[in-house]
């Protein structure tokens, strides 16, 4: 009896111990995770006219705080990236954002507010920029339980329409477009953001995108500057679920109908945030939730990849939209891409109406035009603007921007040195800070790269 009390007694006292080392262990982790908060924002360098509220965002390029600016009166986004000379297709990709945001200013897109010059003009290896900031994302809104009116998606996906009208006509391509990049304000405003992959169509070479050579993604290894990096067509241009077919394909002289197509994703997930469509807010899912793109990797020929249950991206958009037709294969340059697309099963997809059975005929209609496999047949961004299921929010005023074809003071095509990635990057900053003295090392190298129209 007495070794039965004593026993038990033992196992109350070992699980009070339990909970009591769980209690601090979940405290101890809790003050870590408090003390590495305030440790990411004290490590913030920035002018004090910014004060750093809090940590917003974070990813493999680093972090963004939301701020507030004293000499402007508002708030603003502060992106800080590290390490940015690591890898120096990266850092194009940054330099390049940043040149195209701080030649496009339209309400549609993100606003640029400044450039932090860096402590040692010399040897910088992170960079904070500030942004305009809006109340969310796209991606986010997807996310929640709420519900929208089909008055809410048609004005969101005009402001969309407008932000891409602008941008097009500044002669770029955006090649991102997605949910995350695409802010939302409450009044459903929108600005398109991250111009990282973007392109710019102004020049002879810039017509023929076949020249759209990126640094490969795949298979590279981290290092200083990644200098066995293989060219080929980009091949992580959008986010997968919302790729062109003409990009999966790897098609030559793409345009901006693959913008188009990316809206048309958009636009159906738009769709999905009405209620009587899909009425279960944990059910929402991207049109073409694809999880693998074959015609990229080396298995392009496996059967596998051809079968009707396969998640492939293309085989995903075709189960929805039916396979092409004999005249929209005949859009095609690559006698090989028409034979691969041969070899999937014909079908005919799925009803659009049925899916989305509360909006007109008009609504389907345009969101079928956004999606048509040849990229010559779909709908452009005029047409679209002026498409009937817009009439009653449509505001043609809104539609005449006074814009300039953008052109970047590099040449997208070229490989720039570390050195000459810093200069341009001074310069953008100098944009900001007409008292910033460039140092006399970068300047000897000015007049073999750089575009000073």
């Not at 944990?282 to 693998?292: C, D, K, N």
């Not at 095509?413 to 810093?422: H, I, K």
Request: aromatic share 8%.
């Amino acid at each position: 009896m007495n070794n039965t009390n004593s026993s038990v007694k033992d196992n109350n006292i070992n699980e009070n111990k339990k909970k009591k080392y769980d209690t601090n262990k979940n405290v101890k982790e809790k003050n870590e995770k408090i003390d590495i908060k305030k440790a990411l924002i004290k490590n913030v360098k920035v002018p004090d006219n910014y004060e750093i509220k809090h940590l917003i965002g974070k990813g493999s390029y680093g972090f963004v705080y939301l701020a507030y600016d004293h000499n402007a009166k508002k708030s603003v986004a502060i992106k800080k990236i590290n390490r940015m000379f690591e890898d120096l297709v990266d850092c194009k990709r940054i330099l390049r954002e940043i040149t195209i945001l701080n030649r496009l200013k339209s309400p549609y897109i993100i606003g640029l507010h400044d450039l932090i010059i860096p402590e040692d003009l010399l040897t910088f290896d992170e960079i904070y920029i500030v942004l305009e900031i809006a109340d969310s994302d796209l991606k986010k809104l997807f996310r929640t339980p709420i519900f929208l009116s089909e008055a809410h998606v048609k004005t969101i996906l005009y402001n969309l329409l407008l932000g891409e009208k602008f941008i097009h006509e500044s002669g770029i391509i955006h090649r991102d477009l997605k949910p995350a990049n695409c802010l939302l304000n409450q009044d459903c405003s929108v600005k398109i953001c991250d111009f990282g992959l973007a392109r710019t169509i102004n020049t002879d070479k810039d017509t023929h995108i076949v020249n759209d050579l990126e640094e490969k993604e795949e298979n590279e290894k981290p290092g200083p500057h990644n200098k066995n990096l293989c060219k080929q067509l980009t091949s992580h241009v959008v986010t997968r679920w919302y790729r062109a077919p003409e990009l999966i394909l790897l098609q030559e002289n793409y345009t901006h109908a693959i913008d188009i197509w990316s809206t048309g994703c958009i636009f159906a997930e738009l769709l999905n945030m009405i209620e009587n469509h899909q009425n279960d807010a944990t059910e929402r899912f991207p049109l073409f939730p694809g999880s693998s793109c074959f015609p990229l990797s080396p298995d392009r020929n496996s059967k596998k990849v051809h079968e009707k249950s396969n998640r492939d991206q293309l085989n995903i958009i075709f189960n929805v939209m039916g396979t092409p037709t004999e005249e929209d294969l005949q859009s095609i340059d690559k006698e090989e891409v028409i034979k691969y697309i041969k070899l999937f099963p014909p079908r005919k997809g799925i009803s659009l109406k049925d899916k989305y059975h509360c909006i007109s005929d008009d609504g389907i209609d345009l969101l079928e035009s956004m999606l048509k496999f040849n990229a010559k047949k779909r709908i452009t961004i005029d047409e679209a603007l002026e498409h009937k299921y817009l009439y009653d929010i449509r505001k043609k005023d809104l539609e005449n921007f006074d814009t300039k074809k953008i052109i970047l003071p590099f040449d997208d095509w070229m490989t720039l040195t570390e050195t000459q990635l810093r200069y341009i990057f001074l310069k953008e900053i100098q944009s900001f800070h007409s008292d910033l003295i460039i140092p006399s090392e970068f300047l000897i190298h000015e007049n073999n790269f750089y575009n000073n129209s």
